[in-house]
């Protein structure tokens, strides 16, 4: 494993296990899968509604001696619909409390806007919260780490000027930014800023998601094959001798970013973190480049909560 140090001081694994639409029994023997493979770190979120079974498996290996609590870097996040300063310490307290955890190595801001809940825990029973305040729930942010429920804060979905603002205001700066990026959303301007901000980036759906497109109904803007199946990809994969899903993750981890892959598939996550032992060069890595779809290949818009374009604070170009 290679590492990434983070301006707060610590070390975060270029490779994470994501566990987002991963639940119950499927995600509790994966990760396990996962960890006997070598993760050490796991990504999760209060939206992902799976903490506590992640806060199982974490248990039965840190009390079976198999793992040390210092080995792991957990990360997880402050859901849109507790996005208020005044909730923010007590889902902190939950997610520890799930998790069976004293602190997490990386907390994160999850949206920049802010929803209330309906009735049913549904993003679509959701409506967006205009009273979004950065400046308040960072500084409760900050309180976590002071008061060692975090080691490290960050930020997630954020745009650069939602970044700036934070920096502008801040007394411990966002160790992380976690958005999407990939083979068709690389967003070199927003990776740039966070470098020169100190600010590592950590890359979601890595690899596509396709199953996630296809149950969420995201989509890209232009025609576009599957990153898996795209023929660059292919042909870089049959040089080394790797998978399309190694040189896609590799790609990445190249240039610096971290990568959070999910799978359920033990033969998968064993190759998805065996990315270190070969090197990208100058040709494949243009090739790649080339890929760049920019806003067209965004996936994830966030509009599964109902209006959110309109919110004030929401973060990406509306027109894509």
Known sequence: MEYLKLSSG???PMVGYGTWQALDNVLESSLNEALKCGYRHIDTATAYQNEHVIGKVLNEWIT??????????????LPPFKNRPEDLEGCLKKSLEDLQLDYVDMYL???PFSVTQGETSAYSDMKIDISTDHLAIWEMM???V???RAKAIGLSNFNVQQIQRVLDNCKIKPDNLQVENHLYLQQPELVEFCKS???VVTAYSCLGAKGGREVMGFSWTKELPEMLEND???GIAEKHGKTAAQVLLRFIVQKGIVVIPKSTNPQRLALNIQIFDFKLDEQDMEALIGQDAGEGGRMIRLQFFTGVTDHPEYPFEKSA
């Open 142 to 144: 900050e309180k976590q």
């Open 197 to 199: 901000n100190g600010i």
């Open 64 to 77: 079976s001696g198999k793992v040390t609590r210092d080995e792991l870097f957990i990360v997880t996040k």
């Open 146 to 148: 002071t008061c060692g």
């Open 232 to 234: 660059v990809v292919m």
């Open 10 to 12: 610590g070390s975060m």
């Open 109 to 111: 801001v999850h949206t």
